[in-house]
Nanobody, 124 residues
Framework: QVQLVESGGGSVQAGGSLRLSCVVSGYTVSDHCVGWFRQYPGKEREGVAQIDRNEMTLYADAVKGRFSISTDNAKNTLYLQMNSLKPEDTAIYYC??????????????????WGQGTQVTVSS
C-alpha cells in the first residue's frame, strides 16, 4: 500500500521560506514521477512542481524561480523548498506520486497517490 505523509507546513510572513517534506512508503520515489500540488478554498487542485526519475523538473509559472522540488532517494522522500513566499501562495499543499517513471503535463490526472495535505499560510 502506497502512503504519502507530508510535513513542514505552517505560517510565515511574506518573503519568508518553508520546506515541505513528503515521506513515501510502499513505493520507490527514485523510479517514478512525483510532484506537489496546492488547492485554494473552493478551487480545483493545481500543479506546483514535478520531478521524474531522470530529475527532469517542471514548475508552474507562478512559482518559477521561487520554489524548488527535490528528492532524497535514501530517505524515499520528496521536498518542496519554498522561498520568497507571497500571500497568494497560501493554500493546502499535497504531495503526489504517479505510477509512471516519466512525468507529463503536471496535471491532476497524471498522479495516482496523494498525501493528506499540509496548510501553508503566508501573511502580508
Amino acid at each position: 500500500q502506497v502512503q504519502l505523509v507530508e510535513s513542514g507546513g505552517g505560517s510565515v510572513q511574506a518573503g519568508g521560506s518553508l520546506r515541505l517534506s513528503c515521506v513515501v512508503s510502499g513505493y520507490t520515489v527514485s523510479d517514478h514521477c512525483v510532484g506537489w500540488f496546492r488547492q485554494y478554498p473552493g478551487k480545483e487542485r493545481e500543479g506546483v512542481a514535478q520531478i521524474d526519475r531522470n530529475e527532469m523538473t517542471l514548475y508552474a509559472d507562478a512559482v518559477k524561480g521561487r520554489f524548488s522540488i527535490s528528492t532524497d532517494n535514501a530517505k524515499n522522500t520528496l521536498y518542496l523548498q519554498m522561498n520568497s513566499l507571497k500571500p497568494e501562495d497560501t493554500a493546502i499543499y499535497y504531495c503526489a506520486a504517479a505510477r509512471t517513471s516519466r512525468c507529463y503535463a503536471l496535471a491532476y490526472g497524471d498522479f495516482n497517490y496523494w498525501g493528506q495535505g499540509t496548510q501553508v499560510t503566508v501573511s502580508s
